[in-house]
């Protein structure tokens, strides 16, 4: 793990939600504390009961947030993605420990913020408490949409949405996903075993929806596909 000042410009700063509506001054504050951090694959950036001392934001790379259960299993409770932040909310909470772990899953480089700083920050800015308040409310909606998807909807259903989640907006009907994730994480992710999720990528490779090629899937018909996780 390599640690180092990052020199970042204020514009791309200022991208990130949490600081769109800090003035110069205040941004500058923030980056006086700011560090970057070089993750190689499988290296811990913190550990579930750490003290919490800072939040972070992916610049590059995969993260996987897991809690390993009674039995040393491994759960993926979270995968973060380039420009996400992460583990802002522990600063607001009264006991201030990381209640998970978080693992690179490929080379990853981390922008890392001290809570202090920014604490002392939003007491002086109402409109940056109501963003992060915003966000936390949307991360909510997104994790109990989650908790449905994980009681109310099959294995297949999950898998098919997940694909979809992946592909952009503007793609064409004929399109590809390459998974940069190892898909025992993504089996992980949505609580199903790594054998069912080949079984269910080998059915719909039969129903001609999909073609796997190592960490490739070519979708063959994006619309039938975005049909067949209404079912």
Known sequence: MSHSKHSIDDQVLKNFFLFASLDDTQLSRIKQTMQCRQLQEG???????????????????????????????????????????????IMFMEKQVYPVTAQAIIPSEVLLFENKAFLSILAESFDTCKRVMCDMSMRLRTWLGEIDNLTLQNA?????????????????????????????????????????????????????????????????????????SQN
């Open 43 to 89: 290296e811990f950036l913190f550990e579930h009961g750490q003290k919490a001392e800072r939040f972070f934001i992916l610049l590059t790379g995969h993260i996987k947030l897991i809690r390993l259960s009674l039995e040393g299993m491994e759960k993926v409770i979270e995968i973060i993605r380039p420009g996400d932040s992460f583990a802002e909310a």
């Open 156 to 228: 297949t259903y999950r898998l098919v949405n997940y694909l979809l989640y992946q592909i952009p907006i503007d793609s064409k009907n004929s399109c590809q996903v390459s998974f940069q994730i190892p898909k025992h994480v993504i089996a992980s992710r949505l609580s199903i075993k790594p054998e069912t999720l080949s079984r269910i990528l080998q059915h719909l490779t039969k129903e001609g929806l999909i073609t796997v090629e190592g960490k490739t899937i070519h979708i063959h018909n994006l619309d039938r596909l975005k049909l067949y």
